[in-house]
């Protein structure tokens, strides 16, 4: 059984990592702060002393580090130490071209890259219902599919590589955009001399409720979601920024703007 890495065990990581063990998977692991890997360890998982031994141990790596700069910085110790026909599958919410650029540098050692950003965090993860969007070649997404299933309610594969990255930053800046909107809201019905718990109970069983609403709806004010926003805020500027001058990519960061701001302690999105 060939060996499944794993690079970012962080709140959404973690998990993942801990479904793929769960399931039986030969697992190794490679983490920053070693702490974080101990958990894995006491598993049976097979802690790495480095990217490049991780590497070199495994035909599968997935990364779920935080922003491009993480992820190039592992691939440029992860590639030159695999071995012709692995694969390297992309987690992260990165830019399509941070994909395409790699997937360059490992097609020309014989690894395939493989984009598959998730959407559902931790809860989700933990319980194997995350959403996996994927790009890239078929037969990479078919050998890598029962990973994913591991941890994976929902698995599709969107077409080449770099379209589970187009997908997911669109996702994100709509559930950024519906957050910016249920705060707008919420303030019009405050201004309104209205109860706000009262107006997030039926907002949420009438025709204005969203996934959006309810995460905003839960919350006690705006910086309470301070841990969550700079992700945001990240994730609409890589549309922004691969559709600039698009005036509908424009529309959900105006939507999302006056929300993330506030959450994100005066952080636009521009």
Same mark, same amino acid.
């Given at each position: 059984?060939?060996?499944?890495?794993?690079?970012?065990?962080?709140?959404?990581?973690?998990?993942?990592?801990?479904?793929?063990?769960?399931?039986? !998977?030969? #697992?190794?692991?490679?983490?920053?702060?070693?702490?974080?890997?101990?958990?894995?360890?006491?598993?049976?998982?097979?802690?790495?002393?480095?990217? %490049?031994?991780?590497?070199?141990? =495994? +035909?599968?790596?997935?990364? =779920?580090?935080?922003?491009?700069?993480?992820?190039? %910085?592992?691939?440029?110790?992860?590639?030159?130490?695999?071995?012709? @026909?692995?694969?390297?599958?992309?987690?992260? *919410?990165?830019?399509?071209?941070? =994909?395409?650029? #790699?997937?360059?540098? /490992?097609?020309?050692?014989?690894?395939?890259?493989?984009?598959?950003?998730?959407?559902?965090?931790?809860?989700?993860?933990?319980?194997?219902?995350? *959403?996996?969007?994927? @790009?890239?070649?078929?037969?990479?997404?078919?050998? =890598?599919?029962?990973?994913?299933?591991?941890? /994976?309610? *929902?698995?599709?594969? #969107?077409?080449?590589?770099?379209?589970?990255?187009r997908a997911k930053i669109?996702?994100?800046?709509?559930? %950024?955009?519906?957050?910016?909107?249920?705060?707008?809201a919420m303030g019009a +019905?405050?201004?309104?001399?209205?109860?706000?718990?009262?107006?997030?109970?039926?907002?949420?069983?009438?025709?204005?409720?969203?996934?959006?609403?309810?995460?905003?709806?839960?919350?006690?004010?705006?910086?309470?979601?301070?841990?969550?926003?700079? #992700?945001?805020?990240?994730?609409? +500027?890589? !549309?922004?920024?691969?559709?600039?001058?698009?005036?509908?990519?424009?529309?959900?960061?105006?939507? /999302?703007?006056?929300?993330?701001?506030? /959450?994100? @302690?005066? *952080?636009?999105?521009?």
């Amino acid at each position: 059984m060939e060996h499944i890495g794993f690079i970012g065990l962080g709140s959404q990581g973690g998990p993942m990592a801990e479904r793929i063990v769960a399931a039986g !998977l030969s #697992l190794a692991v490679w983490a920053r702060n070693p702490a974080a890997t101990a958990p894995f360890a006491e598993r049976g998982a097979r802690v790495a002393a480095s990217v %490049a031994e991780l590497g070199a141990l =495994c +035909g599968m790596v997935g990364i =779920c580090v935080i922003d491009d700069a993480g992820v190039r %910085a592992v691939c440029d110790e992860l590639i030159p130490a695999m071995a012709p @026909g692995s694969r390297i599958v992309i987690h992260a *919410t990165v830019l399509p071209e941070t =994909c395409a650029r #790699l997937a360059e540098q /490992a097609g020309a050692r014989g690894i395939a890259v493989l984009d598959a950003p998730v959407s559902g965090g931790g809860p989700a993860a933990a319980a194997g219902t995350l *959403t996996v969007m994927c @790009g890239g070649d078929a037969d990479t997404f078919a050998a =890598c599919r029962p990973v994913f299933e591991t941890f /994976a309610g *929902t698995i599709v594969h #969107l077409g080449p590589l770099g379209s589970g990255q187009r997908a997911k930053i669109v996702n994100n800046a709509l559930m %950024a955009a519906n957050m910016g909107l249920a705060h707008a809201a919420m303030g019009a +019905g405050q201004a309104l001399g209205m109860d706000r718990a009262a107006l997030a109970e039926l907002i949420k069983a009438s025709s204005g409720r969203s996934f959006g609403f309810e995460v905003y709806a839960r919350l006690s004010a705006p910086g309470a979601f301070a841990h969550g926003a700079p #992700l945001l805020v990240k994730d609409v +500027g890589l !549309l922004s920024s691969v559709l600039a001058g698009n005036a509908d990519a424009a529309v959900l960061a105006e939507a /999302a703007s006056h929300f993330l701001s506030a /959450a994100a @302690g005066g *952080t636009r999105t521009e």
